[in-house]
């Protein structure tokens, strides 16, 4: 175990330094901060022939797939449980940047198909696993993988949308902030979401402060009065890529239509008690909803049914390697 988190260590020490010094192949894009206002000091690498059609506030990772010999130490659970309980808690421009390059690294197919492969043989680890992962209302399995007893810490997470979709599902607006800035890696399929600025002019939509109850499971939703959005844009992410989202920035994810997405996210240290959730369709009143939990057996189907999905994108990619 000592010597398995040593070996992560300095797997993190080095993305870091190398991320410090130009030599990691990150491209943090732009980030912005709370008003908008991009953050200095970040280096650019790509050209603008390069540059993707996004153009969201996410700072965002170029496609690096895994070296082979990368296979010979992949971190436990236990070792990223230590690692995460290291991290700096602050939004400098250099923290953001190296958790940038900390969750692309996790999130090498390789090193994801060991860490779920080690936990579908635990049946204990299993079962913890499955306690603190639901269904979420926004109609995304989300899976708590590391958990932190303190809000200060970080947490480490899959988020599963699986399609079919119901017609009521697609529709629904789902747009919201966070409580939380996060670290995403799109592990399979391709993500896609938007973004939003409130302000004078745009849709006129409900907007409800949400605050969910970790120990009851129980969602409470405070009618807040209407709010306009304007939609700023649009993102499409494929699976390799990784970006950052600051928690104030409102955005939805579309729900895809017939392939699974699946993300890693590594959810900050929370910035605030409650997020915003904007809609047409709830009542003008207070509301609420109920998670529950998964079984042992719903959490394994959907994990090796993401073992899958993972295990394709290693195999192409090592074949367009070969
Ligand atoms: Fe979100």
């Not at 994810?253 to 910035?271: D, E, F, I, K, Q």
Request: overall charge negative; some cysteine; charged content about 25%.
């Amino acid at each position: 175990m000592a010597e398995r988190a040593e070996s992560l260590a300095d797997l993190v020490s080095d993305f870091h330094r190398k991320a410090r010094e130009g030599r990691r192949s990150i491209v943090p894009g732009r980030i912005f901060d709370s008003t908008g206002q991009a953050l200095g000091g970040l280096r650019r690498q790509e050209t603008d022939d390069q540059r993707r059609p996004y153009s969201g506030c996410a700072a965002e990772a170029e496609r690096t797939e895994p070296p082979m010999h990368d296979v010979a130490n992949p971190p436990s659970l236990d070792d990223l449980g230590e690692t995460l309980g290291h991290l700096p808690a602050d939004r400098s421009a250099e923290t953001i940047s190296d958790n940038l390059a900390l969750i692309s690294s996790i999130s090498q197919p390789n090193r994801v198909l060991n860490l779920l492969d080690r936990i579908l043989g635990d049946e204990v680890v299993l079962g913890l696993i499955a306690s603190r992962s639901y269904h979420h209302v926004n109609h995304f399995d989300k899976i708590v993988l590391i958990d932190s007893d303190s809000p200060a810490g970080y947490r480490l997470t899959l988020h599963l949308w699986r399609p079919p979709y119901t017609a009521d599902e697609l529709d629904d607006e789902i747009i919201h902030s966070h409580r939380f800035s996060f670290w995403s890696a799109i592990l399979a399929g391709e993500l896609q979401s938007e973004n939003f600025q409130a302000g004078e002019d745009g849709t006129i939509f409900r907007r409800y402060s949400y605050v969910p109850e970790k120990r009851t499971k129980v969602n409470f939703y405070e009618f807040r009065g209407e709010a306009r959005l304007r939609r700023i844009d649009v993102s499409v992410q494929a699976a390799g890529t990784s970006y950052y989202l600051p928690y104030e920035q409102i955005h939805r994810v579309l729900l895809p239509h017939r392939t699974m997405t699946c993300t890693l996210v590594l959810r900050g240290p929370r910035a605030r008690n409650h997020s915003d959730v904007y809609n047409t369709s709830y009542p003008e009143t207070d509301t609420q909803s109920a998670n529950r939990t998964f079984s042992r057996d719903e959490l394994a189907e959907k994990l090796r049914a993401l073992k899958q999905m993972v295990a394709v994108r290693l195999s192409s990619s090592t074949a367009l390697g070969a």
